[in-house]
Structure formats: C-alpha cells, structure tokens
C-alpha cells in the first residue's frame, strides 16, 4: 500500500497550447467539451513546466492536473472560478460519467430507503447557498522543516468562493438515516489510471453531514460549477478542509464507521499531539484532518517588491474554519513590533475576511513584511506551523521580503 496520496508523472512538464480552450476548462463551460479538451489541452510535453504559470494558476502538478493560485488574486473576496486553484488525485471522470443528462446520485447503505437521484431531481430540493473558503490540506506544504513529500503547494491552494446547492441534510433525510448511522462515505466519478491504486473514497461524521451549511453544490460564484471543480455535483464541508469535499460526487454510503480505505485511514491524518520529525507514529496515534486553523495571507505588495518611501497600502485575506476572525496584526520589520490591520467588509461565517494596513515606509534597505490572524476564540496564528509526516495544515506567518528605495 502506498504510504502517501499517489501522482503519476508527478513533475512532468505540461503544455497548454490551446490558451483559450484551457481559460473554457477552467470556467466549466460544457462538459461535453470539456471531457476531450481537458486531454487535448495537456496531451503536448512542451509546454509550461511545473512550477510555472498556466494561464492564470501556477501548475504544481501537470498529470493529475494541480495548480495553485497567485497570492496577487487574493485582493478580491470571491475567487474567480477560472483563477481558483485546482487539486485533483486522478484525472477528468470519463464523459459519460458526468454527463448532465446521464448523471446519478445515489444514496445508500444505512437508510431506510436508498436513493437514485438525478440533477432535475436533486434540484427539486430546497436550494441555499453559502460563501466558504476552500483549502487543500496541503497549502503550504512547502514551508515545512524537514520537507516532506508531495505536492509542493505553497500559499495559493485556497480560494473563497459562493457556492449554491442542496443540503446534505436534506438528501439524508428523505433517505431516512438509520440511528447507527454515525459516518457518512463520499465517492467521486474519477477513476485511477492502475487498478492497485485504491479509489479516493473519504468520510464525514453524521454530525457535520448533517449540519444545514453541508451543500451538495451544483454552482460556483453564481455559474454551473466547472468541470475541474468537481462537475456536475460536489460536496463543500464548510470550515473543514478540502478533501471532504469530494468532486464528481456520485455515490453516498451510510455507515456506522469511517471509511477503511487508504485515502481515510492512512491519508489525510496528522499526529493527534505535536511530535519531532523523528518520533515514531503509532496508527493509534494518527487523526483525520478536518477543521481548518486560523490563517492569513498577504495578497500585496508581492515577495521582492521594490517599494518607494512613503505610505504603502498592505492588503491580504484572513480565515479561521469554523471560527470568525476576530483580529488580523502586521509587522514591517521582520517580527520585532505588530500593528492592527483594518478588517474590511462584513462577517461572514466560513468565509475569508479581506485586510489592509497602510504602512509609512521611512527605512530605506530591505525588510520583512509579516502578517498573522487571530481568531475569535483567541486562537493566534503561529510563527510556524506543528510539523507532521504529511506536510498537513501549515498555517506560520505569513512573510515576504520586500526592499524600501528612496
């Protein structure tokens, strides 16, 4: 068994040699196109390497596709679907499993009556929608000392967003959930390239499925939600992370415990205490990743600046899961001292709160410029993240170097 989330090809160069076609992917505009334009779109090796920019994301991985999204995007409170970053495990699904017309939910293990649903119908339900941040578990996971393996994501796998659907709940509900029933299993339409690699299967407990902000989600920032977003049907788990949100959602199972496979029992968990890089790590000792940290990021100035003396506008993002943020703090010179920035626009729970803090530059040479977030429960973003085996939750300051020139 695999001892972390496979990527096949994972550093091969990508190609995008048809811009435009990639910018159609991207937005999710027809599945039908989509299915063969995601293929031809990365079918070339002579292209944008990893780590380079694609169109408006930075590629992570070309094969599954992985991007994350330049900081320099986060000065807006939704994120554009086409610049919202992407985490895929496989490939696109093949079409005719996301096919609109075709398509199924299906609904099943420990309920009264098991459900087959299509989009017509699952539509019939009552709508809602709510503005979540959306975060890979692994942002960030590049900033870990010692390094550890896989996607080297650094500040740009999150993106806010207004996403429109069904509850959960209320899918759940017409079903009928047997009282033994204590997790929910959430299964997508894509598929591994080799038969030995497990399925992306994952599970949520029955608390949080059936909490009314848990959406089965069919639109993104008012539009269909795009093909690489998880097309036709998605789950958002908001203020947890984003492998419970499972893409191309198709099956539901009730059961009384997690899911056994790999991507649930030995993916996507952390040490449930703090441990050194070198300690052993017992199974037991390993939980699921769910509720996201408090964090902020810095969307500008952008890392080595050069900026004039003088009053300098800085600006960022700040989220805290489940929890609203109570405070966001700039520092300007490399952490000695910390000034309030001025939170701006309204509270909204699970979504991200935009920050500026304007800055009289005076000290010419260059400097750090440092912001960190508190939540309302008085928990503070770290100067650096716990370390873990998986390279999970890292949420330190945020830090760019900038130089001040007369």
Request: proline fraction near 10%; charged fraction near 20%.
């Amino acid at each position: 068994m695999p001892s972390r989330p496979l990527h096949p090809d994972e550093g091969t160069p990508v190609t995008v040699t048809r811009r435009v076609l990639f910018e159609r992917v991207l937005q999710g505009i027809g599945t039908s196109l989509v299915a063969g334009g995601i293929e031809r779109a990365f079918a070339d090796s002579q292209g944008a390497a990893t780590g380079q920019a694609s169109g408006p994301l930075t590629v992570r991985v070309s094969r599954p596709f992985d991007a994350e999204t330049p900081a320099r995007e986060f000065m807006s409170r939704l994120t554009p679907n086409e610049r919202f970053f992407v985490r895929s495990h496989f490939g696109p699904p093949s079409a005719e499993a996301i096919q609109p017309e075709s398509w199924r939910l299906t609904v099943k293990g420990l309920v009264k009556d098991e459900l087959t649903l299509s989009l017509p119908e699952l539509k019939q339900f009552e709508p809602a929608t709510i503005t979540a941040v959306l975060q890979c578990s692994g942002n960030g996971r590049a900033h870990h000392r010692p390094k550890v393996p896989g996607v080297q994501w650094e500040r740009g796998a999150v993106g806010n967003a207004e996403w429109t659907g069904v509850r959960l709940r209320d899918v759940l509900q017409r079903a009928g959930v047997k009282p033994q029933s204590l997790h929910v299993q959430l299964q997508g339409a894509d598929r591994p390239a080799l038969p030995s690699v497990p399925l992306f299967t994952r599970s949520i407990p029955i608390h949080k499925a059936l909490h009314p902000d848990t959406l089965l989600a069919y639109e993104m920032n008012g539009r269909p939600l795009p093909l690489l977003h998880g097309a036709p049907l998605r789950v958002i788990t908001p203020g947890w992370m984003a492998e419970s949100c499972m893409k191309w959602l198709t099956e539901i199972t009730l059961r009384a415990d997690e899911t056994p496979g790999y991507y649930m029992q030995q993916a996507y968990r952390i040490p449930e205490t703090a441990v050194h890089p070198t300690s052993g790590l017992p199974g037991s000792a390993m939980v699921p990743v769910e509720q996201m940290p408090v964090k902020s990021l810095i969307a500008a100035p952008g890392e080595g600046d050069t900026l004039k003396v003088g009053p300098v506008t800085i600006q960022g993002v700040a989220w805290a899961g489940e929890s609203p943020v109570a405070k966001v703090e700039v520092s300007c010179d490399d952490g000695k001292t910390w000034e309030p920035a001025r939170l701006v626009g309204e509270e909204q729970p699970y979504a991200w709160r935009q920050w500026q803090y304007l800055w009289n530059a005076r000290q010419v040479g260059p400097t750090a410029i440092l912001c960190r977030a508190t939540d309302a429960q008085g928990i503070q973003q770290p100067e650096r993240s716990p370390w873990n085996p998986g390279g999970f939750l890292w949420n330190g300051w945020d830090r760019l170097s900038v130089t001040v020139a007369a």
